[in-house]
């Protein structure tokens, strides 16, 4: 297995706080991911990095802000949590370009926001 | 735009039986194509890829995938269904998008098997 980190594993908040989730790699990969994934929509890109510092929007990122201060470590922010953002979160890793960027996944974060 | 779509949202086989989950994609150029498996409160962990070096691709689990450029298909298979097969399986593409590979999931075939 790819060594992907995520943590929490699951975490309970209420409307309003701020949520951090972190994702950490220790395979030196340039990319990061982070995914939600919710039942009939797949998995869907939130944001991703290219390098330290370096990232972008992803198709569903409204909500949400990241930030990659190292290589091994892309976090994702919850500046205020809502109720639509109860899902599963999973990060994953990839070099970029090698195989079609073969992305290797996380074991996710399941979040509750009540 | 790439995309992709599987067909059937739920698969259900007995054990022993064959397992066909569909796949189809579009894409400007040709794509590298990938198959994951989810088990359940797990991350998705990567079954198969064609990378164009061989049309019919060989997984992990005794699964493969035929790669028909001509059907746009990329469609999974197993001659004989375990019960441990019970997962969700999720096609995906990738695409050369401004330098990057831009990565496109299916919304995911839940196979359950029947003992």
């Known amino acids: 297995d790819a060594g992907i980190t995520q943590s929490p594993r699951h975490k309970v908040t209420e409307t309003g706080t701020p949520v951090t989730l972190r994702c950490h790699q220790t395979e030196n990969h340039r990319y990061m991911y982070w995914y939600r994934q919710d039942p009939g929509h797949g998995l869907r890109l939130i944001h991703y990095?290219?390098?330290?510092?370096?990232?972008d929007k992803g198709e569903v990122s409204d909500g949400y802000s990241v930030s990659r201060s190292k290589t091994e470590d892309f976090l994702l922010t919850l500046e205020s949590a809502t109720s639509s953002q109860t899902s599963v979160y999973f990060c994953a890793i990839s070099d970029g370009t090698r195989e079609g960027n073969t992305q290797y996944f996380g074991p996710g974060t399941r979040l509750t926001v009540l | 735009a790439q995309s992709v779509t599987q067909l059937g949202s739920h698969v259900s086989v007995s054990e022993g039986a064959l397992v066909l989950l569909r796949c189809n994609y579009s894409?400007?150029?040709?794509?590298?194509l990938f198959w994951y498996v989810q088990y359940p409160n797990q991350g998705l962990q990567l079954l198969l890829k064609?990378?164009?070096?061989?049309?019919l691709v060989k997984g992990i689990n005794g699964f493969e995938a035929e790669f028909k450029k001509s059907e746009t298909s990329f469609h999974l298979t197993k001659p004989s269904a375990h019960m441990s097969d019970a997962a969700e399986y999720f096609c995906a593409v990738s695409e050369n998008s401004g330098g990057y590979q831009k990565v496109t999931f299916g919304i995911g075939t839940k196979l359950q098997v029947i003992p």
């Open positions: 064609y990378t164009s070096a061989a049309t």
């Open positions: 990095s290219y390098g330290v510092k370096d990232t």
């Open positions: 894409s400007s150029v040709p794509p590298y």
